[in-house]
């Protein structure tokens, strides 16, 4: 079953997505449900190559307090 989305993109956005539409004859709406799909099927999110280091620091230790958080944040980001 099929249900109607508003969005409020940015007017450079909206003529970029009716002149990618027209060039490959695809409709607007099915370009982005393609595009949800993907990401749904995805079911990842990449992380910024900074923030990808620091996960899972703290996995099966009590969380710390944020002072030494700081610290530990530091001392891995030194190295």
């Not at 709406?29 to 393609?34: G, H, R």
């Not at 900074?50 to 030494?68: A, H, N, S, V, W």
Request: charged share 35%; no cysteine.
């Amino acid at each position: 079953m099929n249900r109607k989305l508003t969005l409020s993109l940015d007017s450079n956005v909206v003529d970029f997505a009716h002149a990618f539409s027209k060039k490959y004859n695809k409709p607007i709406s099915k370009i982005i449900e393609n595009y949800f799909i993907e990401l749904k099927e995805k079911n990842t999110i990449e992380l910024p190559q900074d923030l990808e280091e620091l996960y899972g620091i703290f996995e099966g230790m009590d969380t710390p307090d944020k002072k030494d958080m700081r610290k530990m944040f530091h001392e891995k980001s030194s190295n």
